[in-house]
């Protein structure tokens, strides 16, 4: 099994900027991307962006594509989300996913008041 622990998040205002942390343990092996997603309240989870870790490639939802900046550590197992000029709509859960897993963490909480 794979241990996922997340961490950033916080209250912010509109156009300020946050930076969410993820640390996979266990059997990570296996993992050859590892993600970001997010889910609002009353709506489903949802793409954020991902790295692969075979080339650091980064894929990116259009929503936040020039705002947010995905980073990672392929052998500490570790992603980052830099995300800056935030908007209330980006308020939610954030969860880091590692792919060939079934492995969710707790989430951390972004508000963005307007």
């Known amino acids: 099994q794979v241990q996922l622990v997340e961490s950033g998040g916080g209250l912010v205002e509109a156009g300020g900027s946050l930076r969410l942390s993820c640390a996979a343990s266990?059997?990570?092996?296996?993992?050859?991307?590892m993600g970001w997603f997010r889910q609002a309240p009353g709506k489903g989870r949802e793409f954020v962006a991902a790295i692969r870790w075979s080339d650091s490639s980064t894929d990116y939802a259009d929503s936040v594509k020039g705002r947010f900046t995905v980073s990672g550590d392929s052998v500490k197992n570790t992603i980052a989300l830099q995300m800056t000029s935030l908007k209330p709509e980006d308020t939610a859960v954030y969860y880091c996913?590692?792919?060939?897993?079934?492995?969710w963490g707790r989430g951390t909480q972004v508000t963005v008041s307007s």
């Open positions: 996913h590692p792919s060939r897993t079934t492995a």
């Open positions: 266990g059997r990570t092996f296996s993992v050859r991307r």
